[in-house]
DNA sequence: CTTGCATCTGTAGTCACTACAGATCGTAGC
DNA sequence: GCTACGATCTGTAGTGACTACAGATGCAAG
């Protein structure tokens, strides 16, 4: 049925190596090292050589990670809710719970920047831009009250 | 015309010792060291027994440092602009470029925030909260395309 | 068997602080 | 002058979430 393959093909063999994990998810090599050494993911397999070898769990959960992070989970937050998962007790209430405080940080992250925003955007408007120097900004950061 | 006074005065005397500098200007104690360390902060003059005496003008310079921290720049972008104020040929026209660099980074962070909350509240949203271990989050997270 | 990319370990750097430990300074009261 | 006691000193290490090496192997194609 099937000849010679020309790419690779790891869907049904022998697992993963780390590059190929690191394609598929977009977390850098690097980094799915420093998720196993700080206890995020768990140990892989050992090719005789001493690499590593990934099966399909596990480019879910590092899937999983990713996704989580690019939502502004903290690594911390990220470790409860893997920790949920694997006791398999976890209850949508507690998930619930940890993603809209969460949310509530983000909000919060919004606030403070957009006061942030206003006050930049105010300083900058009253300054000439000129090739003076004597600037508003300056003197604003030097002798505010 | 001045009998003892009771609270001690800096004004006009022999410096203040950082623990006075860290009340006026609310930065940290450990942080203005740290500033002295990479630059941000010059090194004082220093008593017989070598602790540290500021003058007015390092008062100035760390509140500047603070307020311009608590507007979101960078210790790199305050390096910036206090090398042009130490430079004393600043423009105006600089300082409003980076101002505005600056702003721009602010602007950015928000609409990344915003989407960020979007897609939590949405997910939220979805979410039956109930005692139960099916949750539509946790799904997501694993199974996201 | 060689070439050459992939992967390995371990360490140090990033940013902006913060937190110690252990020693010394400075000053108020006696 | 002596003693307490808080303030300050130096130097180092920790934070979060990576990233960047160096130098040594592994692995697969030709």
């Given at each position: 049925m099937q000849g010679k393959i020309a790419v690779k093909d790891f869907?049904?063999?022998?697992g993963y190596p780390i590059g190929e994990m690191s394609r598929r998810t977009g977390v850098n090599i690097e980094t799915i090292r420093y998720y196993e050494r700080i206890g995020i993911m768990p140990e892989p397999d050992r090719t005789a050589g001493g690499n590593r070898q990934y099966d399909h769990d596990q480019l879910k959960r590092l899937s999983f990670v990713r996704r989580s992070r690019e939502l502004g989970f903290s690594l911390e937050e990220i470790r409860a809710l893997l920790e949920m998962v694997d006791r398999d007790d976890f209850t949508c209430g507690e998930v619930h719970a940890l993603t809209t405080g969460h949310l509530a940080s983000v909000r919060q992250r919004i606030a403070t920047l957009r006061k942030l925003e206003k006050a930049l955007a105010g300083m900058a408007a009253e300054?000439?831009?000129?090739?003076?120097?004597?600037?508003p900004i300056v003197d604003m950061l030097f002798d505010a009250p």
């Open positions: 869907t049904n063999a022998r300054c000439s831009k000129g090739d003076v120097p004597d600037c």
